[in-house]
């Protein structure tokens, strides 16, 4: 893979909560790579489901940076599918669409627009 400079949007190295993700890196550094082959996306994201939008670390645990007992609660949205938060799809370029349903159904409900840009 070709070396790309950072965007402005490169998540650090080192989090907030001491984490590092390497693969989240790694897509956030290659993001922009789809733009500049000028390929058309189009994203898809639904919203209306209980979404994980954070993950918070007990307060009582903070001093552990990692222990099996430690206590993590999540903070959920409704705007997101389910699984993925909208605002995580529309991070990349592209042509943007919204649709009501979780995972599986934001898909089911986009099957005209799909129809249409493939055909």
Request: hydrophobic share 40%; with cysteine.
């Given at each position: 893979?070709?070396?790309?400079?950072?965007?402005?949007?490169?998540?650090?190295?080192?989090?907030?909560?001491?984490?590092?993700?390497?693969?989240?890196?790694?897509?956030?550094r290659c993001?922009?790579?789809?733009?500049?082959?000028?390929?058309?996306?189009?994203?898809?994201?639904?919203?209306?489901?209980?979404?994980?939008?954070?993950?918070?670390?007990?307060?009582?645990?903070?001093?552990?940076?990692?222990?099996?007992?430690?206590?993590?609660?999540?903070?959920?949205?409704?705007?997101?599918?389910?699984?993925?938060?909208?605002?995580?799809?529309?991070?990349?370029?592209?042509?943007?669409?919204?649709?009501?349903?979780?995972?599986?159904?934001?898909?089911?409900?986009?099957?005209?627009?799909l129809k249409?840009?493939?055909?």
């Amino acid at each position: 893979m070709l070396p790309l400079q950072p965007t402005s949007r490169t998540v650090p190295q080192v989090t907030a909560s001491f984490f590092v993700n390497l693969f989240l890196d790694e897509l956030n550094r290659c993001q922009d790579l789809i733009k500049s082959r000028s390929i058309e996306v189009a994203l898809i994201a639904g919203i209306g489901k209980s979404t994980i939008q954070y993950l918070q670390k007990d307060r009582s645990s903070l001093t552990q940076l990692w222990d099996t007992n430690t206590s993590w609660s999540t903070i959920n949205s409704q705007a997101g599918d389910g699984n993925v938060m909208a605002s995580s799809v529309f991070v990349l370029y592209g042509d943007q669409h919204l649709v009501e349903g979780g995972h599986m159904g934001a898909l089911f409900s986009s099957y005209p627009f799909l129809k249409r840009k493939l055909t």
